[in-house]
């Protein structure tokens, strides 16, 4: 069976590495903080060229992000309306309303037009999402930012390690996110997260914050949360880290691969990666003008999928009635994107090969 993700494949390669830094951390009995988690968060800052924390969670970090960044109650902040849950969720949790713009139809990304429109007078911010592993368009989105005197936090968690230009991914807002949830292109073996920000002040100001708001033992001199990724997790991804670059490189040339059989298929069309990027591919996502009839053909070869997201931030159930809802048009890119969106086994262990093999015998 082919897996969609191949995690096992991906510890059977680096087992030395990871049961010996495993191992190290066991017998060192420091599970929370100490060297390990710093030597993390140096490395992910060496790799990035800004400064990171880590935490428990790229829920976490997102929640930790805007705390820092002020956001209160009746504020307002600009999200995309094709995404997981966690940016929308996270504002709506401090009391704000996330506001839903529309995507771009062939790079997924937030629509920096539909941004634009959405600006009011409560709006205090913009989280733009690097959907599927590549970044969002961050100079239109910088320079509606710096116009109407917002905040811009970049939510990266499927795209550490992407670059735009000559920047990498985590470094082109005012702060930004990752995630090192297991199946992400830099994951750990739970949950895990971490916050980025070239402004040393938010930097100090995010690790009180996920640190019962303390830098000492004993003295909280803001209100915080728990938040910190554990020693274990942290020599897991110091293991991972030293590979990635290795990793994305197999990853583009899996989803070149794809690209080049699906050219030559009527009704479904590869994500577009926009000029200037390069994409992680977190997902290998297709949209299908059939997807029921695709589905069929793939259950048929025994090649697995999943969608994401079925459904439109918009209309989820816990935004109705809200004013989030009432901001978005009644048919808008998003929802037709939820309605052909598909994705396909991808990691740098996927057997791309025999995949396409099967794909041959039934599309």
Not at 73 to 97: H, K, M, N, Q
Not at 180 to 204: H, R, V, W
Not at 346 to 358: D, Q, R
Request: glycine fraction near 8%; include cysteine; aromatic fraction near 6%.
């Amino acid at each position: 069976m082919i897996p969609f993700v191949n995690i096992q494949a991906q510890r059977n390669a680096y087992r030395k590495e990871l049961e010996r830094a495993e191992k190290a951390v066991l017998d060192s009995g420091i599970y929370i903080g100490g060297p390990e988690v710093a030597a993390l968060e140096d490395e992910l800052s060496a790799y990035t060229g800004t400064n990171a924390v880590t935490c428990a969670s790229g829920t976490d970090a997102l929640t930790v992000a805007l705390t820092a960044l002020g956001v209160q109650p009746g504020d307002e902040v600009v999200v995309p309306d094709f995404t997981f849950i966690a940016p929308a969720e996270c504002v709506a949790r401090l009391g704000a309303t996330p506001v839903f713009a529309d995507i771009d139809p062939r790079t997924l990304q937030i629509s920096p037009e539909s941004v634009e429109s959405l600006v009011g007078p409560l709006t205090r911010g913009i989280i733009a999402v690097d959907l599927f592993g590549q970044c969002a368009p961050y100079e239109k989105l910088r320079e509606i930012a710096r116009r109407h005197g917002l905040w811009l936090l970049e939510d990266s968690a499927q795209a550490f390690g992407a670059t735009q230009g000559s920047k990498r991914a985590c470094t082109l807002g005012d702060m930004a996110i990752t995630s090192f949830y297991p199946s992400k292109p830099l994951g750990c073996y739970g949950d895990g997260g971490a916050i980025f920000t070239a402004n040393k002040e938010l930097a100090q100001k995010v690790r009180m914050l996920a640190n019962h708001g303390s830098e000492e033992r004993y003295l909280h001199r803001i209100v915080g949360m728990n938040s910190r990724l554990d020693a274990l997790q942290a020599a897991v991804l110091r293991v991972k880290l030293a590979h990635l670059d290795d990793e994305l490189e197999s990853r583009k040339k899996i989803a070149e691969r794809y690209n080049q059989f699906f050219s030559n298929v009527e009704g479904l069309t590869p994500q577009q990666v926009a000029d200037g990027n390069t994409s992680t591919y977190a997902q290998y996502t297709l949209l299908a003008d059939n997807r029921e009839e695709f589905i069929a053909k793939l259950n048929k070869a025994g090649i697995p999928h999943c969608i994401h997201y079925p459904m439109p931030l918009h209309r989820q159930p816990c935004f109705a009635g809200t004013a989030s809802q009432h901001a978005v048009a009644q048919e808008n890119v998003a929802d037709m994107i939820s309605r052909k969106a598909i994705s396909l086994p991808m990691c740098a262990f996927t057997p791309i090969e025999e995949i396409i093999g099967k794909l041959q015998e039934v599309v």
